[in-house]
Antibody, heavy 120, light 106 residues
Framework: QITLKESGPVLVRPTQTLTLTCSFSGFSLTTSGLGVGWFRQSPGKALEWLGL???????RCSPSLKHRLTITRDTTKNQVVLRMTNMDPVDTATYFC????????????WGQGALVTVSS | DIQMTQSPSTVSASVGDRVTITCRAS??????LAWYQQRPGQAPKVLIYQASILENGVPSRFSGSGSGTEFTLTISSLQPDDFATYYC????????FGQGTRVDLK
């Protein structure tokens, strides 16, 4: 059974860097064709894809956020880390990580999400 | 970016009703379209992928159709568990979602 769980700060100050960790089980990020993606959902809004790290350490990020995002993996800990710089109140959202399989090319299952508020 | 537009934004329906949600892409996504269900406070769950393939374990009252730029999700007979928000997502070029359709009780 594949499970994922996001963890990190509940509150971030404007201009700070957000660091979120996705801890997963039930698969290995050394397995060819797999990946972990990140999404966010602002209160009452639609879902937004942020980025994806693949089994081979390749990284893809949303073009609109690419300049602020870094996604890295730690295969020994079964974790993926999202870093987003220069946080702003508009970045307040629930952040999700999700399992990715290249043969299907979409994301499932997802973690439960972590609410991050950006405020001074 | 490929833009996804869903309609309607809200559907008010009763148990047993047939519900249809439409999703339109700003350019062709071929059949690379998934539908997700999200209940309040929960993560999205995939229902259908490749426009019409039912994910394992998803009830057969859910169905999907379409290709290119026009897609439809149909719930043939709405059940109490189905009151939720539904999102389409294209995965032809990166991944983008529609704005969601909330199904609530009439």
């Amino acid at each position: 059974q594949i499970t994922l769980k996001e963890s990190g700060p509940v509150l971030v100050r404007p201009t700070q860097t957000l660091t979120l960790t996705c801890s997963f089980s039930g698969f290995s990020l050394t397995t060819s064709g797999l990946g972990v993606g990140w999404f966010r959902q602002s209160p009452g809004k639609a879902l937004e894809w942020l980025g994806l790290v693949y089994w081979d350490d390749d990284e893809r990020c949303s073009p609109s956020l690419k300049h602020r995002l870094t996604i890295t993996r730690d295969t020994t800990k079964n974790q993926v880390v999202l870093r987003m710089t220069n946080m702003d109140p508009v970045d307040t959202a629930t952040y999700f990580c999700a399992h990715f399989a290249q043969r299907r090319n979409f994301f499932d299952p997802w973690g439960q999400g972590a609410l991050v508020t950006v405020s001074s | 970016d490929i833009q996804m537009t869903q309609s309607p934004s809200t559907v008010s329906a009763s148990v047993g009703d047939r519900v249809t949600i439409t999703c339109r892409a700003s350019e062709s996504v071929n059949s690379l379209l998934a539908w997700y269900q999200q209940r309040p406070g929960q993560a999205p769950k995939v229902l259908i992928y490749q426009a019409s393939i039912l994910e394992n374990g998803v009830p057969s009252r859910f169905s999907g159709s379409g290709s290119g730029t026009e897609f439809t999700l149909t719930i043939s007979s709405l059940q109490p568990d189905d009151f939720a928000t539904y999102y389409c997502q294209q995965y032809d070029t990166y991944w983008t979602f529609g704005q969601g359709t909330r199904v609530d009780l009439k």
